[in-house]
């Protein structure tokens, strides 16, 4: 059974920041992409960034040079760096993984709990 748990999440004020970890355990063969959603109330969610197995990413265009997301591929480990954080980020942050489990041939997409990130004075 695979599982992504993700920490880092609380309450911060504008122009602080905050790093997210999220964490794939379980059975798993190979992750082929990993990354972080956000959904802020009566929104829906979005994606906040992606990254590759080969280290390529992607971000939303209202975080871009403000958010970093990385991986460490030996602890199938995500992140999120997060800076000069604005209320408008304020959402529960989700984590999510493109992979294969052990026994299967194809990949599927798995989903965290979600971590709450809440910008304010």
């Known amino acids: 059974q695979v599982q992504l748990v993700e920490s880092g999440g609380g309450l911060v004020q504008p122009g602080g920041s905050l790093r997210l970890s999220c964490v794939a355990s379980g059975t798993i063969f190979s992750i082929k992409a990993m990354g972080w959603y956000r959904q802020a109330p009566g929104k829906q969610r979005e994606l906040v960034a992606a990254?590759?197995?080969?280290?390529?990413?992607n971000y939303e265009d209202s975080v871009k040079g403000r958010f970093t997301i990385s991986r460490d591929n030996a602890k199938n480990t995500v992140y999120l760096q997060m800076n000069s954080l604005n209320p408008e980020d304020t959402a529960v942050y989700y984590c999510?993984?493109?992979?294969?489990?052990?026994?299967?041939?194809?990949?599927?997409?798995?989903w965290g709990q979600g971590t709450q990130v809440t910008v304010s004075s």
């Open positions: 999510n993984a493109d992979l294969i489990p052990y026994g299967r041939s194809r990949s599927r997409e798995y």
């Open positions: 990254i590759t197995g080969g280290g390529s990413t």
